[in-house]
């Protein structure tokens, strides 16, 4: 079905069109990678959306919708209307010539890349585990108008196809929402979300790790507090911005700023001050909750049980489950590894305990972040955009 010009009015009429956007893209990236040629009818509709996305109203480099009848928000639309764009330009140039315009860009790309491509050349992988938003997928300012573009799947899919074994993509979001966004070719990727602890195998069957009654007790309890918090009227906007406000298994996840720094940075410590308050008043031997903040989102994590007493369940733990679940096999490498944050690190940590056998691709510009991963293991290449890594990843 062609996505016709529609004039977005609503910020629901804006997630509708993303939605439709992400159909057309999956049907564009199996199409593509079945040697086939897109139709034109894929090209226009997302011609139409752009050409949607571009028509909101513009205040101040933010785009304007409607809440409801009488309020409006504000938002950044940057990675819409961006990889849509760059989607066109790939679909109605060609993969060589899209490649030059990602060196015009990106700074340095051709470099990165090649460096990537020494790195991993000639290696048939066991696993790749990757971290999704900011490492194989761009930033975008909200979770579930994020739709994963075409030459990003595409470069992604062969690459999993081809030439690794077990592809694990292992987020901090939510499962719910995750395949919405993906427009990877279905049952071939791993995909695992809260940390590890919710994942869905290759057959589309969700699996969890099991949660103890009374930890499940108190995140229920927490989860009916912060959605009668966000229920207030002056704390609305924080269910709209960013991350919005995510219950996820084992996890809960408050947005108390995006990207587009939409809330006054005031208004934003304030509003962490509150959720500290209130988790350590429904907590306050501090066993069941830690709290994690990224400056964007707050993060409220159940806490497992270890060897010297609690801590706050991390992506390392992931890995050692899905490592037990899916049987990924991880004493035996090779093994890329791939992140862009802190709480991506546990990840490598992991699999090095398993095997020297890994590498590391980490997307950062941060120096501290880059020493960690480099001090890690020799075999490691830090690059500044998600689009080198799954170039990288394309071109081997
Ligand atoms: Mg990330």
Redesign the pocket.
Known sequence: MQIKPTELKTLKDFYALMAATRQARFNAVATILAGEEVSKDTIQSLNNALGSLEDVTEVNNKRVLYLDESRTIELEMDYEINETRKDLFYLEEGEETFLDLLADLHPGFDDYVAAGRELLGGLDLNCLIT?????INNYCARYLTSIQSIYNSVFLSRFCLNKVQKPVIL??APLDGLIEISVNPEGKIYYAASKGRECLDLEGRTRRLPISADKQEAIDALNARLHDLLAQPENEKFSLIGSGLQFKFGQSTVARQDIGKSIPLAESDAFLATLKELTAELDPGAKNFRIEDTGLDVEIILTIDADDGLKDFDKGDGVKYLNTEFGLGLFRGPHLIC???G??VPILEAALEMTPDAYAIYVTENDDLAKRVTGLTPNALIVPEPDMLVTIMGLL
């Open positions: 971290d999704r938003d900011g490492t987020t901090s992140g862009d944050t709480s991506d």
